[in-house]
């Protein structure tokens, strides 16, 4: 009996496990029977919403999906598609004092509290008016641009009054690589109120209403800057401004056939990453007088005596008017008297010279006699067909105003200025002005914008086609045996002209602080490019052997850049090739040579 027990009772084992395990998937199948229509109707309400904001649409949805998937911004990038200027994911530092009270119990956190907190974490914050703004109760922005470590430490503070909002900021990958051209960007408002980014200074202030515009900020905006040229350029003239303790340097680089500019320095610059938005709050004439430091653009804003560099278009101009026709002609060397006043050299250069040797020794009384025969309305004209009396033409905001003679100029005034004094203007006119000269005679409007082939400004002629080839080869002759020897980058086939002016002041002109530029353009037995360098107030130091004049600090200058850019403007260096100045090279003093 006790057998047939214990039998049966192994018998009924698996027939409850096997109930136990019918039970369970029982119970799991109405859970689930349950759950699906939960599911259902959470799947529903998604759908219906989903068809709200899609369909049926309401008055505060104003955007596609399209245009919400755009980037608030759009970017700029350079002619080759490196970034210049794009957005990026960043945290804003909110305070609402509303959340630090809770029915009237005492806050989380005092204000000093708050503000000693805040600065262990920003130590550029005043400790005291940051305690003061939070006890003023207002809510307001802090800070903007945390990066994330910084939220997290702010985070870390414990104290509901300080919020974090993500929002989209702008971000320069290049740092304070050609700030002048970008600009910056600080909050405004649209037209519907809302919250946008606003271009200041320089092409962001420019392309402004393109890069908020829905239609286009999906798609970048290309310039006519190329980032590597660019940073060539700022290396060159930091590196030259420093070995002469210039107060600084300006430099471009402009496309003779186009007008646009390759590359645009002013030194010292900014960095458009640091611009704190809460400096530069209040009304738009408020904001202007609040622009960061450096920000000045020297290039198209600051206006110049640009010395011996104008010999060269006056000559030009002389060539081109038929005053001079036989370059083997000498002229009185000595010095002139006129108006009272005795125009001379710098040293004594002979009795007499010819055109080349004048414009190879930078000679003023030469220059100034050949401006008497050509006569002040003649080279007025040719000036004011360079752009010499009014504004650069270039899209950037800041353009200086030339300090013109006016329309009568006298036989002094003519005298002066044919050697670059008496007239004020900015180093982007005298490259306008020099891709005129080379180029074939037409003169266009420098650009930032890049050009497409074949779309170039039709321009205007200034100079005959034989008289920009002659004057390509008296540049060249002045880089290869005066004064811009130094510029002569071989195999690049460099030519320009130095300029050493006095800065002007009450009463007469400051001799020991000049402004020194070297304007060139390369290559030029097929010239593509102008390339000016200028410092202001170079000092007498062991690296331009204690000399202050361009041929000894802007030149050098220019010939380090050449090799440097040349082959990325795809113009190889060749030592084969030159321009012709068979003709002209006897005219020269065996002594020159």
Same mark, same amino acid.
């Given at each position: 009996?006790?057998? $047939?027990? $214990?039998?049966?009772?192994?018998?009924?084992?698996?027939?409850? %496990?096997?109930?136990?395990?019918?039970?369970?998937?029982?119970?799991?199948?109405?859970?689930a029977l349950l759950l699906m229509p939960a599911f259902g109707l959470i799947?529903?309400?998604?759908?219906?919403? /989903?068809?709200?904001?899609?369909?049926?649409? @309401?008055?505060? &949805?104003?955007?596609?999906?399209? +245009?919400?998937?755009?980037?608030?911004?759009?970017?700029?990038?350079?002619r080759n598609g490196l970034p210049l200027a794009r957005n990026y994911d960043a945290f804003a530092l909110w305070y609402d004092p509303s959340e630090m009270k809770d029915g009237g119990s005492p806050l989380v956190h005092t204000?000093?509290?708050?503000?000693?907190?805040?600065?262990?974490?920003?130590?550029? &914050?005043?400790?005291?008016?940051?305690?003061?703004?939070?006890?003023? @109760?207002?809510? +307001?922005?802090?800070?903007?641009?945390?990066? #994330?470590?910084?939220?997290n430490r702010v985070f870390d503070i414990g104290e509901p009054a300080l919020e974090l909002p993500a929002e989209k900021d702008r971000f320069y990958p290049q740092g304070s690589m050609a700030a002048h051209v970008l600009g910056y960007v600080t909050d405004g408002e649209d037209e519907d109120g809302n919250v946008v980014k606003v271009g200041n200074l320089g092409m962001e202030a420019v392309l402004n209403e393109r890069l908020n515009d829905p239609a286009h900020r999906g798609e970048p905006a290309a310039i006519a800057l190329d980032l590597r040229?660019?940073?060539?350029?700022?290396?060159?003239?930091? !590196?030259?401004?420093?070995? %002469?303790?210039?107060?600084?340097?300006?430099?471009? %680089?402009?496309?003779?056939?186009?007008?646009? %500019? *390759?590359?645009?320095?002013?030194?010292?610059?900014?960095?458009?990453?640091?611009?704190?938005?809460?400096?530069? &709050?209040?009304? =738009?004439?408020?904001?202007?007088? !609040?622009?960061?430091?450096?920000?000045?653009?020297?290039?198209?804003? +600051?206006?110049?005596?640009?010395?011996?560099?104008?010999? #060269?278009?006056? /000559?030009?101009?002389? $060539?081109?008017? @038929? /005053?001079?026709?036989?370059?083997?002609?000498?002229?009185?060397a000595k010095p002139v008297k006129v108006a009272g006043r005795t125009l001379s050299d710098s040293h004594s250069l002979g009795d007499t010279l010819n055109v080349p040797e004048a414009l190879i020794h930078s000679s003023n009384t030469v220059t100034a006699r050949i401006a008497d025969k050509l006569g002040g309305d003649r080279l007025r004209d040719t000036m004011r067909d360079l752009g010499f009396a009014e504004r650069p033409y270039i899209e950037l905001p800041s353009r200086g105003k030339p300090l013109w003679p006016g329309e009568k100029w006298s036989r002094i005034t003519t005298m002066t200025v044919s050697y670059g004094h008496g007239v004020s203007v900015t180093p982007?006119?005298?490259?306008?002005?020099?891709?005129?000269?080379?180029?074939?005679?037409?003169?266009? =409007?420098?650009?930032?914008? !890049?050009?497409? =082939?074949?779309?170039?400004?039709?321009g205007r002629r200034v100079f005959k086609e034989d008289t920009s080839a002659?004057?390509?080869?008296?540049?060249?002759?002045i880089a290869i045996y005066g004064t811009g020897k130094s510029a002569d980058a071989p195999g690049y086939r460099v030519g320009g002209k130095t300029g050493?002016?006095? !800065?002007?002041?009450? @009463?007469?002109?400051?001799?020991?602080?000049?402004?020194?530029?070297?304007?060139?353009?390369f290559p030029m037995d097929d010239p593509r490019y102008v390339v000016v360098a200028m410092l202001d107030e170079p000092k007498g130091t062991t690296a331009s052997s204690f000399q202050r004049t361009a041929a000894w600090n802007a030149a050098p200058i220019v010939g380090k850049l050449v090799p440097r850019i040349g082959p990325l403007l795809d113009v190889r260096p060749d030592l084969s090739r030159d321009i012709d100045?068979?003709?002209?090279?006897?005219? &020269?003093?065996?002594? *020159?040579?």
């Open positions: 009996m006790a057998s $047939i027990a $214990i039998d049966s009772m192994v018998a009924a084992g698996p027939l409850r %496990v096997a109930n136990k395990r019918l039970e369970s998937l029982l119970v799991a199948r109405m859970r799947a529903l309400v998604a759908l219906l919403r /989903i068809a709200a904001f899609g369909v049926l649409g @309401g008055p505060d &949805i104003q955007l596609s999906m399209e +245009q919400r998937l755009l980037p608030p911004r759009g970017e700029i990038t350079d204000p000093e509290e708050v503000a000693a907190s805040l600065a262990a974490i920003f130590p550029d &914050i005043d400790q005291a008016d940051m305690a003061h703004r939070l006890a003023s @109760g207002k809510r +307001q922005y802090l800070r903007r641009r945390l990066l #994330p470590e910084e939220a040229v660019q940073g060539a350029l700022e290396d060159e003239l930091r !590196k030259g401004m420093l070995a %002469v303790n210039a107060r600084g340097a300006t430099g471009l %680089v402009l496309d003779v056939d186009t007008g646009e %500019v *390759i590359a645009l320095a002013s030194l010292p610059s900014f960095d458009p990453n640091d611009v704190k938005p809460s400096d530069l &709050i209040g009304t =738009p004439e408020q904001q202007r007088l !609040k622009q960061p430091a450096n920000s000045f653009n020297s290039v198209t804003h +600051q206006v110049y005596e640009l010395g011996s560099t104008f010999k #060269p278009l006056s /000559i030009a101009a002389a $060539i081109d008017a @038929g /005053i001079v026709r036989d370059l083997s002609l000498r002229y009185d982007l006119h005298l490259a306008s002005a020099y891709a005129a000269m080379v180029n074939g005679g037409i003169w266009r =409007p420098a650009t930032l914008l !890049k050009v497409e =082939p074949g779309q170039e400004v039709r002659r004057m390509r080869q008296l540049l060249r002759m050493s002016a006095e !800065k002007p002041s009450r @009463g007469g002109y400051k001799e020991k602080l000049l402004v020194s530029t070297f304007a060139a353009a100045i068979s003709d002209l090279r006897p005219l &020269i003093r065996s002594e *020159i040579k």
